[in-house]
């Protein structure tokens, strides 16, 4: 009877152990993990970033065994981001916020931290290791970054977070700026005195303590690039074309600007070591009327840096005029059934051969030049039915080398059409 007590004794010990929930088993299984946890909650300022090295991670794999998982198999969802408490997250409150964290394989977990609010930030400029900047150029608002708000210099500028402890007390924490937004309006990069950088953390501003110089930026260096597909079909009239021929500075930000104004052109071949003695106009002015290549003098009359080079040059060639194709011209051509032009084209067809560039059109004469095809009419051809023609250049004639050109006639209707 002892004996069958014990059996019934170890027999229920075994099912109170099955039917524990396997998230306390110390064990940890060779599974993969589906749910990722952690015990820890860490605390940090509003403003800062959290990082997965602040909590001891946990898995549980699909059957909840616990699973061994690495914090580097582990990204955070939102990515790298400043933890802000928002107006509707209860303004100067001690909150606790969730971060959704994933893996490769698709685990999904939610991890906690403690935010400390921010109520206001002071900022003190004073020894702030730059305090003057140049100007942006062209439209500010449509400026890249990097020459704008990106360029603002950090150093020396130290701002102080007052924020709420877990104790509901006022603290003060000098913010890594790095955390901070600095940036000055779109209005101020175009120049101008005691303007005002804007400096943001975690939803407080100041725009009262920093003020820089906004100063004349100016070129630096001039350089030219001519489009690789820039080849202008030589004419008396065929002038300098600018958005094939840029002219770039470079300014003392680093921006490289094409430059649309105070630029000047010039063909002048003597004075070749002496740039700034050649005769200079705009880009209406620099005609190419012959083939070949040319060097293309340019002067920049804006503001430059001390001793800079104001002139630079590029190579522009110029290729002679080429025919381009056939032009068909159909007069009101009437199409009998019966047409025949074996011996004579109709008259009402003419045929020239167009240039590339300006160069007039060159008429072009029939059989000489060109020859029609088909010639016959088909059988059975009857009113309002289509009848394709095809004009052939001659092998030795003006148009020779050039595609042929296809046009639709219908039959007894003065209408036709060219196809090409």
Known sequence: MKKFMILLLAIGMLFSFAACSNESDTTVSGGLAQKIYSDV?????????????MWTLKGLDSFNNPVA??????????????IVLGSNDGAEKVETKDVAVTTSWGATGTLKVVVLPVTEIEVDAENAATTEYFAVIGTAANVDKAYKNGLIDKTGVKVTATYIDQDGKEQEKVVDNALVDFSISDTDWAGGNDKAVTISYAGETDATTFKVDIVTNRVETLTVEVAADYKPIASASTALDTNKFVVYGTYQNGQKVALTNDVTYSLDTAYNDQPASKDYKAATAILFSEAGTKTVYVKYAGAMVENGNRYTSGSVTAVAD???GLVVKVNALTLKADYDYSETYPTEVSVEAEYNG????????????????PLTAKEGLEAGDLVTFTITPTSTGKAAGLD?????????TAYSQNAD
């Not at 998982?69 to 400043?82: P, R, W």
């Not at 059109?361 to 095809?373: E, F, G, P, Q, R």
């Not at 042929?404 to 007894?412: H, N």
Request: without cysteine; aromatic residues 4%; hydrophobic residues 45%.
């Open 404 to 412: 042929p050109v296809t046009f639709q006639v219908a039959v007894g």
């Open 69 to 82: 998982i690495d914090a580097s198999e582990v990204t955070i969802t939102d990515g790298d981001k400043a």
């Open 358 to 373: 300006k160069t007039p059109a060159i008429a072009l004469v029939a059989k000489t030049d060109w020859t029609l095809s």
């Open 322 to 324: 080429a025919l381009k």
């Open 41 to 53: 909650t860490p605390v940090i300022v509003e403003g800062e970033k959290v990082d997965l090295s």
